[in-house]
Every structure is written in structure tokens, then in C-alpha cells.
């Protein structure tokens, strides 16, 4: 059965497209900035890949707030795209709060942001205490926050109470290409949700991109599988169809799966069968 929560109809019928900071987006992509060669070769996969959102890592990307480095936003149309600033590299609340303020001078007091705490430069697994605490003051000083967690539904839950507007737990870690490693938890996330879930961090390949559509989720965001890819420009590509398919999947409803066969074709009228 499809969770209602994901989708609003139309009146005429058609199910709306995601919804983020009362913005609407075609596309269920989102993308992230790092580890291209420069950022013309960004730009050419933001284009291939449809999204309509693209994410900075704004303590390590040039946004404006360094005059003297080349700019992002000079490659990045910000009419045309969503710029989520977000917190990667920050290790404590109060550094990913000075971030996120940071961000908001840069982009002219946008305050939509990713907030990302890690635990640890090894496995840039995310600080959940930290992450709480960074995510309640945030929130209640107005901005718009999606989070980036753990996948443990209990602490998904807490973020969406707290107020964040997206919560977008992790598939596997950060940048190893492992795929979904515990569906059931991602599946409660949503079951369990009333705000968007993206799944952030771990997709390796398409079908990985697919999946993660097929369970329910409002969209995935993905960077190191696209950047890092032999051709980012054609991953980027087969990301935009994984994700479409994987939504449309999900949409249309699954087959039951069964442990015996059933025959395509009815018995009923059959030729043979006429006496």
C-alpha cells in the first residue's frame, strides 16, 4: 500500500511534485558539489542530471564569501537552481550553527540549509547529540532545516519533531557506494514520517538510486557516485532515469512477491480447455 503522506493530488487528479520550503520540484535529484575536477564539469552534470537543487559544502566551496577564489555561483545560475548550503565538515553544533549564519550573509539571507554534524573524520558518521542540539537551536532561530542522520527511526523522528523540514538519513556511509544496507529502517523512517525523506549518502550506482525510490522515499541526494564515476557527466545522466523510474515504480504499486508461480496468461479460454 502506498503511504498517503507522500502524495497530495491535484485537482485534476496528477500527484504533486516534491515540496521543499514551499518551492516545488520537478525533479527528485538532488546533488552535491564536491569532488568534480572544477566546476565547469559541475555545472555540465547538474545540467545531466535534472535536479533542481544542488548542495555546497560552504566551509569548503567558494560561495562569494572569498573574493579572491573563483565562484560557484559564477558557473551555478541561483535563479535557475536551489543552493543548499550545508555544514559538511563541521564536527560540533556550534561550528555547523556559525556555518549555517555564514550562509545566510553569502546568499542575501536565504536560509535553507543542510545541517550535517559528523562524529569523526574516519567515518564522517553523523554525531546524533550534536546533531539534535544544533538542528532545536536552528530551527527556532527560522531556518529551514534538512538533516542529514543516522537511519535509526527513533532519531528521525525526533528531528522532524524538533522542526526540521526534510530529514535525509544516510543509506550507508558517506562516499563508500554500499547501497541501502538496512532497508528496514528506511522503511520505518518513511511509514513514519509526515516531512520529506531523502536518503543522503551511500549510493553507489543507478539501481542503488532506483531502490532507495522504489521504498517510498521523496528523493535521494548523491554526490561521490556521480563525481567519481568514469564518466560523471553520463552517471549523472543514468541517475536523472533511476531515480524517475524508481518513483514511477513506487507509484504505480508492486506486484506482491510470492513463493510459487502465476501464470501470466488466465487458463480461462483456453482452446484446449473447450468442450
Request: one cysteine or more; charged letters at 25%; hydrophobic letters at 40%.
Amino acid at each position: 500500500m502506498i503511504p498517503l503522506k507522500l502524495f497530495k493530488l491535484s485537482a485534476e487528479g496528477d500527484l504533486k511534485k516534491l515540496i521543499l520550503n514551499d518551492k516545488e520540484y520537478k525533479s527528485r535529484l538532488i546533488i552535491g558539489t564536491g569532488k568534480y575536477k572544477d566546476f565547469a564539469q559541475t555545472k555540465l552534470a547538474l545540467e545531466a542530471s535534472g535536479a533542481e537543487m544542488i548542495t555546497v559544502a560552504i566551509r569548503r566551496i567558494n560561495l562569494g564569501q572569498n573574493k579572491k577564489d573563483q565562484n560557484l555561483l559564477d558557473f551555478i545560475d541561483p535563479k535557475k537552481y536551489t543552493i543548499l548550503p550545508n555544514t559538511a565538515g563541521c564536527f560540533n553544533a556550534e561550528d555547523a550553527i556559525r556555518a549555517c549564519h555564514l550562509s545566510a550573509e553569502v546568499l542575501n539571507g536565504e536560509k535553507l540549509v543542510k545541517l550535517e554534524v559528523l562524529g569523526d573524520e574516519k567515518t564522517l558518521y553523523p554525531n546524533v547529540t550534536e546533531t539534535l542540539k544544533a538542528a532545536k537551536i536552528l530551527c527556532k532561530d527560522g531556518f529551514k532545516v534538512m538533516v542529514y542522520t543516522t537511519d535509526d527511526p527513533l532519531v528521525a523522528k525526533e528531528l522532524e519533531n524538533v522542526g526540521c523540514m526534510s530529514v535525509m538519513p544516510l543509506a550507508a556511509p558517506i562516499g563508500s557506494g554500499l547501497g541501502i544496507q538496512n532497508r528496514y529502517n528506511i522503511l520505518s523512517i518513511v511509514e513514519n514520517a509526515t516531512t520529506p525523506i531523502i536518503v543522503d549518502a551511500g549510493v553507489g550506482t543507478a539501481s542503488d538510486a532506483s531502490i532507495v525510490m522504489e521504498m517510498g522515499c521523496d528523493g535521494v541526494l548523491i554526490n561521490t557516485a556521480i563525481a567519481c564515476a568514469g564518466d560523471p557527466i553520463m552517471m549523472a545522466r543514468a541517475m536523472k532515469k533511476a531515480v524517475e523510474s524508481g518513483f514511477d515504480a513506487y507509484q504505480a504499486g508492486r506486484i506482491p512477491k510470492k513463493k510459487y508461480a502465476s501464470a501470466s496468461s488466465p487458463s480461462e479460454g483456453d482452446i484446449f480447455n473447450d468442450n
